[in-house]
């Protein structure tokens, strides 16, 4: 069963190298016009000899000008898709695009939406270098039905009558966070130390691993990081998911620098994309130049790579 699952996507992987390559080619085709030998339209001889869809054809088509002094980005279609392509093209520069193209190689579908959100935020108000995740309200509307809305009533007035919804919705909420925390420090004091005092037999003797050796981070110094919970990256409201190394475990073998980031901002510190990483984060910068050094990041880059393929 399991090999007969790895066998279809790895049929599926090959399917997906293929659209793009054809993807690739889909504008010569549509510009020498040989497409009327086989059909009346380019949709349709794209859907007839490559399954490709309406809304794929046109997208490809749309973003062709855009490319035409950007061979790097072009190229990277036959690699990382069309829509990671599309969602930097308007973005990129002939300077920066080849840059670019070695990002979203390396990054994830989502992070490169929020690369992509910030370079047009910043690109649209004329500034240079300055962090551009803004955090936005986003209206939520919520249909209470009787027994949600008793319960909230009663909570309304056990914390003060005279509250607003918003108010109380702030508080119901902050609880709910407080209480995952609590909940998440008691199960990781209760479990055994990964990595710690393990042995390895080495001639008559043991070599005992230290603490400062293992990858595992203090239920202290967890709390200490984690704050109010949210991505350290300025003006991003996401909560935090990854534990980060500043000055990287693998060199430091120290958990001193670590800060919390959501996941699509940890994925901007691993391909380069900010500047002056280990001073105060309030100083942080996005860099889209290719002059950040990614040495350090080329076994994260590796697997990045393992896991989108």
Avoid at 244 to 259: E, L, N, P
Wanted: with cysteine.
């Amino acid at each position: 069963m399991e090999n007969l699952h790895k066998k279809f996507v790895q049929l599926g992987r090959q399917k997906f190298k293929l659209t793009n390559e054809m993807l690739a080619i889909l504008p010569e085709i549509y510009e020498s016009g040989i497409y009327k030998k086989f059909t009346y339209t380019i949709v349709e001889y794209a859907g007839k000899y490559g399954g490709i869809p309406r809304s794929t054809v046109e997208k490809r088509l749309r973003i062709e000008k855009h490319l035409h002094d950007k061979p790097k980005l072009k190229e990277a279609i036959k690699t990382v898709g069309l829509n990671k392509v599309a969602m930097v093209v308007t973005l990129a520069t002939p300077e920066n695009e080849g840059v670019l193209a070695d990002k979203i190689g390396n990054m994830s579908k989502p992070a490169v939406q929020t690369l992509s959100k910030e370079l047009r935020q910043k690109n649209a108000e004329g500034l240079s270098g300055e962090m551009m995740c803004e955090a936005k309200p986003e209206k939520i509307k919520l249909e209470l039905d009787e027994e949600m809305t008793f319960l909230f009533l009663k909570l309304k007035k056990k914390w003060g009558g005279n509250m607003s919804n918003r108010e109380v919705m702030s508080m119901i909420l902050g609880k709910v966070v407080e209480t995952e925390f609590a909940t998440k420090n008691r199960r990781t004091e209760t479990k055994s130390v990964p990595g710690e005092n393990s042995t390895k037999e080495r001639g008559c003797g043991k070599t005992v691993r230290s603490k400062a050796e293992t990858r595992y981070v203090s239920v202290h110094k967890r709390r200490e990081t984690l704050g109010d919970g949210k991505c350290s990256y300025p003006n991003c409201n996401k909560p935090a998911e990854v534990f980060h190394h500043r000055d990287r475990f693998s060199k430091s073998k120290s958990h001193d620098s670590i800060v919390v980031l959501c996941r699509d901002h940890h994925e901007f510190m691993h391909n380069g994309l900010v500047q002056s990483e280990k001073k105060d984060t309030k100083k942080w910068k996005l860099d889209v130049t290719g002059q950040v050094d990614v040495q350090a990041d080329i076994l994260y880059r590796k697997y990045r790579q393992a896991v989108m393929l």
